[in-house]
């Protein structure tokens, strides 16, 4: 992009931020929570929105003002555009199968034309634009924001609180016994290469870790690398033993950390974290309580480390044009299609009590926030047989047709017996049709009336 060109994008942009039709949304959440998902479930409601009567909540278009929808390359040319066409294949194509999990970054932008509602915007202007930028990006990267705040001691001692729950702590046997017992080197040169040996190892037991469905994974990198495959930088881990770190490590960690840090970090935060000013906070609770109590008290702590990686306070203009910060946050649990509608409120509740703290926090800062149950695509039928029972209908991954009872959904935060017995929800996979569009989704329209409302009237 020329300089002129790039000045008028950003111009345009702030110009945008000025009269408050500019949303940058940060869709939040860790691998597998269902952000592609949900950002493709956003489109496509969006873009088929005069088309369909799914969206009763969803006000410009219920007041038959909404003009339409159009989606656009984002003003970062340097990143790759969202491929919502391609999301939508993979759902729809012959064998229909859910979008791969996400490689690396893409951005999307989607114009929103609409019509203000009547008094004196109405009657001198005839349509207004929303601009909608939209990110995604593997959920892994997301867990190394809060790296930021913490210095490598800091690091290591939340790392090491990590190490005593007792998954962990098995997974991570080997490796804590080479670094116990490893015969330090004198020569910085065998002192690297013990390191590079040792971050390995942590690599390997970082990757069991995720094929056992544990969450707060850092460094990000080290899970997926992207282009920092086999790169220097990754070469650290943090320190796990109780003693101090060997002199001759703890420099080079200490360095490894800090480049980490302002080199892959800051710029990733820079270039795409520091402008959102609304927030979607999307959990995966229903994975949680089937993996597990161990899972779902990880879960909780990496919510609140993440959401300490943003800046939430009043969205003034002038905020607005130079530095803008989260001004209102909805938190969603996904993929609610898994259970019966009428526990969908048990699973809202049951968001709400998790995020309690956070909860406080926007409170405190009188951030304006939601609590949520949706599905981004929603891929299950409910029935009601004639004995009476609640049924859902859909399919597997093996595309047969599965009917599963009501799963059971608590109520509250599960207690020793409750996660002894255990929760199991089924995965269903798509098996839509080109002719299913728009396909159908859970609650997307009071996601979209809470998000964007307020700026489309
Ligand atoms: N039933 C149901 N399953 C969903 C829904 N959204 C996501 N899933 C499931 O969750 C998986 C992960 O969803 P993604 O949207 O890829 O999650 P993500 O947050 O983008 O994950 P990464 O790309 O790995 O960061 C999908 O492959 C589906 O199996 C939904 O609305 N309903
Ligand atoms: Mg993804």
Known sequence: MSRFQKFKHQTR??????????????????????????????LEQLLYANETQQLPYFKVKQQQRLNGCRLHTSSNWQVSRFDYEGAINCLTGDTPKWPQSTRDVSEIRVEVKYQPRSGLAGRVLDTRRLTLDLIDYPGEW????????????????QQQRLLNAELRHKLASEWLEKVNSMAIEASEDSAEQ?????????????????????????????????????????????WPLSRPVPDVWAKRLQEKYRYYQQHVITPFYQKYFKYFNRQVVLVDVLQALQNGEDHFAELQLAINELMKSFSYGNNSLLKRLFSPVIDKVALVATKA??????????????????????????????IPHQVFSVAGIAT??????????????????????????????????????????????????????????????????????????????
């Not at 009269?19 to 959440?29: E, N, P, Q, S």
């Not at 996660?419 to 049709?433: A, C, N, S």
Request: aromatic fraction near 8%.
């Open 13 to 42: 942009d702030a110009i945008h931020r000025g009269f408050d039709r500019h949303i940058r949304l940060a869709v939040t959440g860790l691998s597998g929570a269902g952000k592609t998902a949900l950002i493709t479930g956003i």
């Open 380 to 457: 299950s039928q409910i029935k009601k047989l004639s004995d009476g029972t609640t049924v859902l209908d859909g399919i597997n991954e093996q595309r047969e047709f599965v009917r599963v009872g009501a799963p059971e959904m608590p109520d509250a935060i599960p207690t020793g017996a409750d996660w002894r017995r255990g929760y199991v929800y089924p995965q269903f996979y798509p098996g839509f049709t080109v002719q299913d569009s728009p396909l159908p989704h859970i609650r997307l329209d009071q996601l979209l009336e809470y998000v964007l409302g307020d700026k489309l009237k």
């Open 142 to 157: 997301l867990l190394d924001l809060p790296l930021l705040q913490l210095n490598y001691d800091e690091w290591s001692q």
């Open 194 to 238: 013990q390191l590079r040996e040792l971050a390995a190892d942590y690599r390997a037991f970082l990757r069991q870790c995720r094929s056992r469905k544990l969450l707060l994974l850092q460094p990000g990198r080290m899970v997926l690398p992207g282009e920092l495959e086999g790169a220097p930088v990754l070469e650290f881990f943090p």
């Open 337 to 366: 299609d898994s259970i019966a509608p009428q526990d969908h409120q048990k699973l809202t509740n049951l968001l709400r009590l998790m995020t309690q703290k956070q909860r406080q926090e926007l409170q405190f800062d009188q």
